[in-house]
């Protein structure tokens, strides 16, 4: 069977949870089929669009260059003509039994269009809430929770990710304030209050027409989808109260990772317990909330290792730093995945600080697959997978006194952490969920035997 796998990102350039993940499906599924990536890649050395051929592992990867140079508009967030047309060619030469979307972010929506209009059947995972956020996370700009699409706030959300002169027709007041001259201030003040009162509800009107349309495009963009999948029953049951696919249209199938990496693995000892935070040094990820916690422990009890990567926001981390109170707090930096293994041997305790709502994440599979415990929020998946694996103790969603708790139970009781550690149950391997998703395939090229 021919497999193309489109993916955001592919390591070793990209790091992230999907981009690992999905580097560990390809190499399961190549084991017994021709499997074909499609992916985007960050070069400033390369002009835009160009394209990079790699076959590496078994795997036959094609490198889209995407710089996201700026203006970038809203629109051209989800959509984009240019890989548009190199993805329809791609399909041309390729010919794939099926096209498995893991993710479209810095790529273009409507790839998924063009596979199913050409006829290839087509796979969707849900991993994040990006078909319905544009932001991915489902957190406003100020980090709150946010239920639904919220009109000129999934704007104010976007432009902080993104420079604001990408917006000239639906620019925040102050930046609009920022490009009027003192002297004109000074001399209509009265006609640019009414400019002012203009823009705002023009900036309104856009703002929500933005939004509904970017809606309604995905909607229709996840209609055309053959099987779609969530490795989490909380996403299921989000995106379809969302409005964007019907609840029995998404299938659940629940991760696997290469649980063998992790067998056996023996900790070191220490005279302190030992809590670690893995994955990438984001706000989304909760790390403020966690060092908060933290701080107020008592001292020579316990230490904190922060293994991820800062270098997406040096802003966050150096906060992070900032509020870092407490002795035995410690930043490692970025990790390989090859030497996740080895870090868990001094690893006693990991923590999910998270603040939104989280598929997974993978890290916490990992943690479980080497015999470590975890604490972790009482909600989406970290819940489920506590609840499905054992293993762990969890606490009020975005609490941190309730986080400091859950820390503090395990630092006045040790024992607690081997009781946690022999319930854990066995973590579904990367094999067995290949299998599954092979079966899926199967079935979409055979639809007479759904």
Request: some cysteine; hydrophobic content about 40%; charged content about 20%.
């Amino acid at each position: 069977m021919k497999i193309v796998l489109v993916v955001h990102g592919f390591p070793p350039y990209s790091l992230a949870g999907v981009e690992l993940y999905t580097y560990a499906l390809a190499k399961e599924l190549a084991k017994k089929h021709e499997v074909f990536v499609f992916t985007r890649l960050s070069d400033r050395s390369k002009e835009d669009y160009s394209i990079i051929q790699e076959n590496r592992n078994g795997l036959k990867i094609t490198q889209i260059v995407n710089n996201l140079l700026p203006p970038l508009s809203f629109v051209g967030s989800y959509q984009n003509a240019e890989i548009d047309k190199v993805f329809s060619r791609y399909l041309d030469e390729v010919k794939p039994d099926v096209v498995h979307f893991q993710h479209c972010y810095l790529l273009s929506a409507n790839l998924i269009s063009i596979a199913h209009q050409a006829g290839y059947p087509t796979v969707l995972t849900l991993h994040d809430y990006w078909y319905a956020c544009p932001s991915i996370t489902m957190l406003s700009a100020d980090g709150k929770l946010c239920s639904q699409n919220a009109g000129l706030d999934c704007l104010k959300c976007f432009y902080s990710q993104h420079p604001p002169e990408a917006a000239p027709t639906n620019l925040p007041i102050p930046q609009i304030i920022k490009k009027i001259t003192p002297v004109l201030l000074k001399q209509n003040i009265k006609r640019l209050i009414s400019v002012l009162n203009g823009a705002n509800r023009r900036n309104l009107q856009e703002g929500k027409w933005f939004i509904q349309e970017r809606q309604q495009f995905m909607k229709e963009m996840l209609s055309q989808v053959d099987q779609i999948l969530t490795p989490s029953d909380f996403m299921k049951k989000k995106y379809a109260s969302l409005g964007l696919i019907k609840v029995d249209a998404i299938k659940l199938v629940p991760y696997g990772i290469i649980t063998d990496e992790y067998a056996g693995i023996s900790k070191i000892e220490s005279p302190r317990v030992r809590f670690g935070f893995f994955g990438s040094v984001l706000k989304h990820k909760g790390l403020h909330l966690l060092i908060k916690a933290f701080n107020e422990l008592p001292r020579e009890t316990a230490e904190l290792h922060i293994h991820g990567d800062y270098s997406f926001d040096p802003v966050y981390y150096r906060q992070c730093k900032k509020i870092s109170k407490h002795p035995f707090i410690f930043f490692h930096g970025a990790y390989s995945p090859k030497d996740l293994a080895n870090i868990f041997k001094s690893i006693d305790t990991t923590v999910i600080s998270s603040i939104c709502w989280e598929t997974g994440p993978l890290t916490l599979l990992e943690s479980l697959a080497s015999k470590t415990p975890a604490i972790v929020p009482d909600t989406s998946g970290p819940r489920e997978i506590i609840e499905k694996y054992r293993g762990g103790l969890m606490y009020a969603f975005r609490d941190v006194d309730s986080l400091r708790q859950r820390l503090q139970e395990i630092i006045k009781n040790p024992d607690k952490i081997n009781d946690l550690t022999l319930s854990i149950r066995p973590v579904r391997n990367q094999t067995d969920q290949a299998q599954e998703i092979i079966e899926i395939y199967e079935k979409i090229n055979h639809p007479g035997e759904l």
